[in-house]
């Protein structure tokens, strides 16, 4: 089954001890980004990466970092997590950012709930 | 910067009902608008793609518009049923990102 997975779903941690949230799509797609989602705000992008080895900020990147060091894995580290980073948190993929007529829908893993306490 | 905004943020109707929802945005430079839908304590599923050169999508009783020189798109959903209960998002694609409204939370009596 084509999938995007997040682990874990669940997360409560205390200030300052570094996590990270493991994503994995199976999809072979070369797109690949982190939001967050928090009420009133929407989703915002964390960061992405257009191809292995090639990452950019989003909107919202301070206090996170990603790698791509494989095709289909995009960690998402916390060094030092914050109250102010709990927080819904989505990966997401797609083939490419653009591309042709139906190849760039994202698809979109279950969410990981983080509380920093 | 694009912005995105969904109105109205809350909708409730009966059951049988049909709706429009609405969503704007400021850059009419886009690739693509996405219309998802979440439910609480659940991910994001993909309900309608529509591409910068295209007026419409429509999916079962799903039909959502793009008029991209007004920077506006519509989801009309036909004959609502409670499973419908949702909060409704749309995204836009521009630069390499989706550009996100905050959101629709609709609830449909039976």
């Known amino acids: 089954e084509a999938q995007v997975t997040q682990n874990p779903r669940y997360l409560i941690t205390v200030t300052g001890k570094k996590l990270t949230v493991t994503c994995s799509q199976n999809?072979?797609?070369?797109?690949m980004s982190w939001y967050r989602q928090d009420p009133g705000l929407g989703l915002r992008q964390i960061y992405y990466?257009?191809?292995?080895?090639?990452?950019d900020k989003g909107d919202v990147p301070e206090g996170y970092k990603v790698s791509r060091k494989e095709k289909r894995n995009f960690p998402l580290i916390l060094e030092s997590p914050s109250p102010n980073q709990t927080s819904l948190y989505f990966c997401a993929s797609s083939l490419s950012p653009q591309g042709q007529v139906r190849y760039n829908e994202q698809f979109f893993g279950p969410g990981t709930r983080l509380t920093v306490l | 910067k694009q912005e995105v905004t969904q109105i109205p943020a809350a909708l409730s109707v009966p059951e049988g009902e049909n709706l429009v929802l609405n969503c704007s945005f400021t850059d009419s430079a886009i690739y693509n608008l996405q219309w998802f839908r979440q439910d609480p304590g659940k991910g994001l599923t993909s309900l309608l793609l529509?591409?910068?050169s295209q007026r419409e999508q429509t999916s079962g009783r799903l039909n959502a518009s793009l008029d991209k020189s007004s920077g506006r798109s519509t989801l009309y959903i036909a004959a609502s049923q409670p499973g419908d209960s949702a909060t409704y998002l749309c995204a836009v694609n521009s630069n390499y990102q989706l550009i996100w409204g905050a959101g629709t939370k609709l609830i449909i009596k039976p």
């Open positions: 990466s257009m191809n292995v080895e090639v990452t």
């Open positions: 529509i591409q910068s």
């Open positions: 999809m072979n797609h070369e797109y």
